[in-house]
């Protein structure tokens, strides 16, 4: 539980940079920026995986690059279902995704050096 509430966390954290960073992308609020981090969850659970395998020729076609168009689909989506969240723009269309990705994955690995016990602590409690 604690894992979930700390991705939502950092997902939120990283889409408020995404907002200071990009013209394109606007987050109202810091509970806004919440709400979208648990909508871009949903959509990324549910939706992404069906749309990704019924875009596969079109993915196997453009090398991939489709999956940029797919992610870009799945953050305006996101912003679609929650108020005081926008996406407008091909650039923020394009670069929100990949930007949100980048941030967050610097802050996962920050709160999971924070988070996790030293690792000589959980060496000892092995050998006791």
Known sequence: MR????TILATA????VVDIVLPGVELASFPVALVAAIALGVVNGIV???LTILSFPLTLLSLGGFLLVLNGLCFWLAAVFVSGFRVDGLIAFFLGPILLSLVNAVLNKYLAGKLSPPA???????TD
Request: hydrophobic share 60%.
């Open 120 to 126: 000589e602590a959980s060496a000892a409690q092995l």
């Open 3 to 6: 894992g979930l509430f700390l």
């Open 13 to 16: 954290l990283s889409l408020l």
């Open 48 to 50: 992404k995986p069906v």
